[in-house]
């Protein structure tokens, strides 16, 4: 049998066909099996994907942020710190754009949502690694991991990832994308978003940013606390000059722009707290009454606006006024209470801080330095201020008596610099026009100040205390303290309610009840028969006492409840010179009463509030209608009152007929002997309300009420504007404006008060200590001590205001009358003006001083008969 050549060479033909089609089999095979395989693969990771839908709703957790009445922001509100706000992408500059795509994506937008050239690339890396350490994600399955799915670093949600990132190119524009992603992305230091990654390293929005500060964000993204400019600066300069090439390399820049943005310094603000920084005690308020009202998940996520009353600028102000009202009391009792020392390690850092603090302070304002060295043969300590030094002498630190360091209190006798410095010290110094530096004195004693808008009750300025940092509580809304003089106004608006006037006269004696309690004037004088003007002027607490006793104590308090302090349930007759614990805000308030003609408000600190897609969801306006409430009942009649006289000798010794009459109550009042159990304090009755029409209680307009009469509160503003002009508050005349208001000063210096105010504005200032009783230092009476303040928050008040006079209701009268009685002043006789509510005005005249009295009977010349 033979083959010939053909069919020897068939047979590799044969075998070679058909491993062909076994490897073609094979690879369809495998390749449908691939396909399965993949289908099967997608299906799985498929299974339990988020659904992309839910982007579009996209509601991240916000900031709420609160604004100032001229639209400043003063204060923010955080979920678990957490900063992010909403940009819209048009607002975003296009250099900014571009930064973040050179940074993380560049072909982000030719692809579709997946580079699978960098996605190779990144698992070359890993493979090489034995780890995952490269991702290879592009921005568009970066949004994907920050919202659909959790940031583990596995295959399996890597995969998912890509599934997800190409839906969403599917569904979602390149814009929307680059939004959701600018939006949510993490840069470290509670920012998320790039708007507040802005607000924290630059303190501007997105839209301010030059393409060096946009740079330097994109190259945050890799590695937020690597790159943190704060921290690392020069890995932070070396992340931005990466980004900054890949800008200009791309052509999104200029060679000009690449250079000066390469030099450009970092710029990045020191971290900050906004809340507690412009308007601490304000925001914190606001904070409560949002809390209160709408829950902290709302307050703390839904990213509202807040619009408040506060006034920045007159904030500002007050802290200013507080501060210097404190350092001088300190300086003035002679008390130096020094801070913790800095250490030899922290005093490059203080240093630093404080050159921020004082590159822009003139010398003749206060500033904090570090004691460097103290020379006591020189007679002199030096200060770093960190923008230079001061060298304070030794006479301009004599004035320190106590000396407080470290908890330890004690006296010194200032001779050489170093009785009072050491180096490290924290101090005060500032430097006199022309004269060296002097040393000042840090707060001891706190404080409180609140201010009003009158017409509204918008709360234009409050400082809680002395430091907002040491302590929260704030002194204006949460304290109570005895108001001593300051309560004054409340008693004579109670008697100018019940019928007397400006010129009714009582006498200014001695009082002494239950043989112990013996309230006396502030200057331990008796100045006789007086009028009620007189004696408000010149705080007499004699004759507060006289009319507290002849109108009541039970009526004294109705009425001050009418004005809105409500605190006070009780009292005696020492609560007319103000013994009775009552907080600031309500004392302030009630003097808005006379301030705004008779009219009650509650005090007003937020005026709106929207939410972030612009829905109203409360807005503060003052109704038109004014509630009259029904008038109060049993308000003494004395229309035709006169003080009766003092008839000395028919009372026992010490005790004149008004001590006679109430000694027994006063030996309980005032715990004299045994102190007998006091009866429970019944729960006082609310006010009575007017009646409020339905579509004005419909409309969540805030109603006024109508709680004193205008022509009462015309007048007592009239007397107390001749307590800040003639009086106690006569220091308030720097300011040459029209005021009216009270000093208060309580037993022992332990309070000192001043509330007044403008046609416009009114303020209330308190200062003292904690600790109640402890005395502010002898003569730390209100006019010395808290006036000053008030003088010093009012000049920046009023500066862009008219000097307005106070409004003359109709109702008001005018006469002439006699100091001495009261009564009409004879058209002979010398009187003074006074005002009086219509049909009170004295009939009667005094007589006149040219007729004889019976005195001058033997003075007397007779004719002779004829």
Known sequence: MSYNDEDLLEEPRSRWRFWLNVLLVTTVGLGLVAVIAAILTYKVLAIGLPRIDTIADYRPNLVTEVYDRHGELIGEFKYENQARYLVPYEQIPQHVVMAFVAGEDKSFFEHEGIDYFGIARAAWANLGAGDIKQGGSTITQQVVKSLLLTPERTYRRKMREMILAKRIEDRFSKEEILYLYLSQVYFGSGAYGVEAASRDYYGKSVGELSVAEAALLAGLLQAPGRYNPRAHPERALARRAYVLGRLYEDGHIDKDVYDRS?????????????????????????????????????????????????????????????????????????????????????????LKKLAETNVDRPADNVREGVVTAVSDGQGWARVDLGVGTARVPLKNMRWVKTLKREGRTRPVNVRRPSDVLRPGDRVLVYKPEGKPYVLAAWPVAQSALLAMDV?????????????????????????????????????????????????????????????????????????????????????????????????????????????????????????????YEITPLELINAYGVFASGGKLSDPLFVTKVTTSDGRVLEQAKISDFVEQPPPLLDV????????????????????????????????????????????????????????????????????????????????????????????????????????????????????????????????????GYDRGGKSLGTGEAGSKTALPIWINFMRTALADLPNASFDVPSGIVFARIDEETGLLAAPDSPGREECFVAGSEPTQYAPSTAAPSPSDFFDMDFEEGP
């Open 262 to 350: 390469l030099a450009e310094p970092l710029n990045v603000i020191d971290t900050h707290e906004i809340n507690k920084e412009l308007a601490p005690d304000f925001v914190e308020l606001v904070r409560r009454y949002l809390m209160d009202k709408y829950g902290s998940d709302r307050i703390l996520k839904d990213g509202l606006r807040v619009e408040t009353t506060c006034d920045l600028k007159l904030q500002q102000a007050a802290r200013e006024a507080v501060d210097l009202g404190l350092r001088q009391h300190a300086k003035r009792q002679g008390i130096l209470e020094l801070p913790l020392t800095v250490t030899p390690e922290m005093q490059e850092k203080a």
């Open 455 to 579: 017409k509204t009750r918008g709360v234009l300025a409050v400082i809680g205390g002395q430091s907002f940092d040491e302590s929260q509580f704030n002194r204006a809304t949460q304290a109570k303290r005895q108001p001593g003089s300051a309560f004054k106004p409340i008693v004579y608006a109670a008697a100018l309610a019940a019928g007397l006037t400006p010129a009714t006269v009582f006498p200014d004696t001695a009082l002494v009840f239950a043989d112990n309690w013996r309230p006396a004037n502030y200057d331990r004088k008796f100045r006789g028969y007086m009028s009620l003007r007189e004696a408000l002027t010149k705080s007499v607490n004699t004759i507060t006492i006289r009319v507290a006793e002849t109108i009541g104590v039970d009526y004294i308090l109705r009425f001050a409840r009418r004005l809105g302090i409500t605190s006070l349930t009780s009292g005696d007759l020492s609560m007319a010179i103000g013994t």
């Open 636 to 767: 003494p009649d004395l229309r035709n009152f006169t003080a009766p006289p003092v008839i000395e000798d028919s009372l026992p010794e010490g005790l004149d007929e008004f001590g006679q009459r109430h000694r027994e109550e006063f030996l309980n009042d005032f715990a004299i002997g045994v102190t007998p159990t006091p009866e429970p304090t019944p729960e006082p009755t609310p006010e009575p309300r007017g009646d409020i029409p339905l579509d004005v209680l419909a409309s969540n307009e805030i109603v006024t009420r109508q709680v004193l009469d205008p022509q009462v509160s015309y007048v007592i503003t009239s007397m107390m504007h001749s307590v800040a002009s003639a009086g106690t508050g006569a220091r308030s005349n720097v300011l040459g404006r029209t005021l009216a208001g009270k000093t208060g000063t309580t037993n022992n210096y332990a309070d000192a008060w001043f509330v007044g105010f403008s046609p416009q504005v009114l303020a209330g200032v308190w200062v």
